[in-house]
């Protein structure tokens, strides 16, 4: 059958489900704080290729038809 356990080693069991508590929830946090930073990773990109898009689009507006050359 189990034997009880001495008072340090219960006090050593209660400070390793602790510390594995913080960890596991750091762990959890970590993950969120990724996944919002490549949403936002993902965004960026999205808007800044819209962005150069109608920069380029705006360019070709404005420049002057080429003309031809005579020879």
Do not use: C, Y
Not at 2 to 29: C, D, I, N, V
Not at 57 to 65: G, N
């Amino acid at each position: 059958m189990h034997e009880p356990w001495s008072k340090s080693r219960e006090r050593a069991e209660a400070a390793f489900g602790l510390t594995q508590t913080q960890m596991l929830s750091r762990t959890q946090e970590a993950l969120k704080i990724d996944a919002v930073a490549t949403a936002r990773n993902e965004k960026t990109a999205r808007l800044r290729a819209m962005r150069l898009e109608q920069e380029a689009h705006a360019r070709a507006e404005k420049s002057p038809p080429a003309t031809p050359i005579k020879e």
